[in-house]
């Protein structure tokens, strides 16, 4: 998947062609940014390597493949009686923002990055820096992302429990053995991972013998072709049989007009709700445009997995 930096961006360049007015507020953007890691906060609790792993790395996992749309659609049901500078609000939309990147990215992140250990982090931590450096002039082993996404070590708008209700809609099993504080627990872990993973000198990493360095922006910028800005032929992950030339920045171009379509859709329909005009068509017409996408594969939920990749990640 693009990683943290590249997920803030995409979200601010949607939020600047919309011109969201509570972009501008500290508070707001912080949520934002935080809902445009979607699912991912999940898989750091408890995220240090001798801790066993939780429901919540579990579900993360699950929203990823399995009702990705239901679910995006029952979270932005909630929304309808809230104002847009709702931290919760910012905090949604951010989420639809990730579904939609990685929908478009992630093919082409499994299929370049391949199955060895560590090359899949090593992979998104370059594509940041590439991104970030090309598309808003930011050196990500520079500048921390941590304050970027900090909402003081919970969700936003204290909505852990009703994202918790959103979620005993879809994954009813692992709703069971999750609480809302564990919610808010995986955000402040989140939030301490990437304090530190950010180490631009790279003391930590030596002080770590190096077990960081797969997660840690890279001090230079990557000297092979991250983006596949040369247009290579790369394998179809869920099938050998095909092979794409698309460069980053194409799939990027697409996801942006992904979310011009399903993310204004999804504006459209609040924003009437809110007027109290009849919104049920314009609710459909955000669902529809939504689907059931997995966010790993790019295809409905269910109908495909991962299984190839060509790894241009040096060894």
């Given amino acids: 998947m693009p990683n943290i930096w590249a997920h803030i961006q995409f979200g601010r360049e949607f939020a600047a062609e919309q011109s969201m007015a509570p972009i501008d507020e500290p508070g707001w953007r912080r949520a934002f940014q935080l809902g445009c890691q979607g699912p991912d906060f999940l898989f750091y609790h408890h995220f240090l390597p001798w801790q066993a792993q939780t429901p919540l790395n579990r579900l993360g996992s699950q929203m990823h493949g399995v009702r990705c749309g239901p679910f995006l659609l029952s979270l932005f049901d909630r929304m309808t009686g809230r104002l847009e500078s709702d931290p919760a609000f910012a905090f949604s939309l951010g989420f639809l923002l990730h579904h939609i990147l990685d929908r478009h990215l992630h093919p082409f992140v499994f299929s370049r990055s391949g199955f060895r250990k560590w090359h899949h982090q090593r992979f998104e931590t370059a594509m940041d820096a590439v991104v970030m450096r090309r598309r808003a002039g930011i050196h990500t082993c520079t500048v921390p992302v941590a304050p970027e996404i900090d909402t003081d070590g919970k969700l936003p708008g204290g909505f852990a429990a009703e994202f918790l209700d959103v979620v005993r809609e879809h994954y009813p099993v692992l709703a ?126 269910g109908a495909a997995a991962i299984t190839f990749a060509d790894s241009v990640v040096p060894v």
């Fill in 176 to 301: 069971e053995q999750i609480a809302s504080e564990q919610l808010d627990a995986a955000v402040a872990d989140m939030i301490k991972a990437q304090r530190l993973f950010f180490d631009p000198t790279g003391w930590k990493g030596k002080l770590l013998f190096g077990q960081i360095a797969p997660f840690s922006p890279p001090r230079d910028l990557p000297d092979w072709d991250v983006l596949n800005d040369a247009r290579w032929p790369w394998v179809d992950p869920c099938d050998r049989t095909v092979f794409r030339t698309a460069s980053s920045d194409d799939l990027w171009e697409q996801a942006l007009q992904d979310a011009r379509d399903t993310g204004g859709a999804v504006l459209a329909w609040l924003r009437a709700a809110r007027g109290g005009a009849a919104a049920d068509g314009l609710r459909a017409v955000f669902a529809e445009r939504l689907g059931d996408v997995s966010y790993e594969t790019g295809r409905p939920c």
